[in-house]
């Protein structure tokens, strides 16, 4: 079993930067792909952005990416989602997501995996 817990979610002006944290517990993620989606108010969770299990390769929707930038730290287990010209489209929970398989990381349907808790990002603008 493993369990996520983000972290990092806040409030920030269009324009800004958040660093979203994700560090598992229970047992090592350091054989599985990892990833973010989110979920804005009134709309079904999307992906954001995944992770291949040793960091070489990386996947971003359309609407992240050149703005975000997912990374991982294996020794810590933890996952990490930099944001940078955050804008108001980009207000939501966002939430961790860990799968053995990074092809099942690219839509909730698919995800087989474990879920974190989710951590709030609101935009101002």
């Known amino acids: 079993q493993v369990q996520l817990v983000e972290s990092g979610g806040g409030f920030v002006q269009a324009g800004g930067s958040l660093r979203l944290s994700c560090t598992a517990s229970g047992r090592t993620t350091s054989g599985y792909a990892m990833g973010w989606f989110r979920q804005a108010p009134g709309k079904e969770r999307e992906f954001a952005a995944a992770i291949t299990w040793n960091g070489v390769t990386s996947y971003y929707a359309d609407s992240v990416k050149g703005r975000f930038i997912i990374s991982r730290d294996n020794a810590k287990n933890t996952v990490y989602l930099q944001m940078d010209n955050l804008n108001p489209e980009d207000t939501a929970v966002y939430y961790c997501?860990?799968?053995?398989?990074?092809?099942?990381?690219?839509?909730?349907?698919?995800?087989?995996?474990?879920w974190g808790q989710g951590t709030q990002v609101t935009v101002s603008s």
């Open positions: 997501a860990a799968d053995q398989d990074t092809s099942r990381l690219r839509t909730v349907q698919s995800m087989t995996g474990y």
